[in-house]
């Protein structure tokens, strides 16, 4: 059973920077993608696919964060992190990070292709 154990995250004001981090565990399974999702404020049940990563290092953005936020890995560690910069206010949400089995093309930004979910993690960008 895959297990994610998030970190980072917290209070920022709008311009700052934080960085998420993903531990997983217990995927023996071959190639996968890892990505970060949000849940905004009084959008319950919708996750927003934020930025993706496969075993091969390609990448997959969102729109809302392309050129601001940056997916990476630690394979060693079994670490995915997700460096955010120029945070904004609309960034504020409840970050969680999702690991799942590999699909061809692009990481999928999709929740449904994604199989465990780390605890989330809470992040404030205040202007």
């Known amino acids: 059973q895959v297990q994610l154990v998030q970190s980072g995250g917290g209070s920022v004001q709008s311009g700052g920077s934080l960085r998420l981090s993903c531990a997983t565990s217990g995927y023996t399974y071959g190639s996968y993608y890892g990505a970060w999702f949000r849940q905004a404020p009084g959008q319950e049940g919708e996750r927003e696919g934020v930025?993706?990563?496969?075993?091969?290092?390609?990448?997959n953005y969102a729109h809302s964060v392309e050129g601001r936020f940056t997916i990476s890995q630690d394979i060693a560690k079994n670490t995915i992190y997700l460096q955010m910069n120029s945070l904004k206010p609309e960034d504020t949400a409840l970050y969680y990070c999702?690991?799942?089995?590999w699909g061809p093309g692009r990481p999928s930004l999709v929740a449904d292709a994604y199989k465990s979910w780390g605890q989330g993690t809470q992040v404030t960008v205040s202007s």
């Open positions: 930025a993706a990563i496969d075993t091969y290092n390609l990448t």
């Open positions: 999702a690991f799942g089995p």
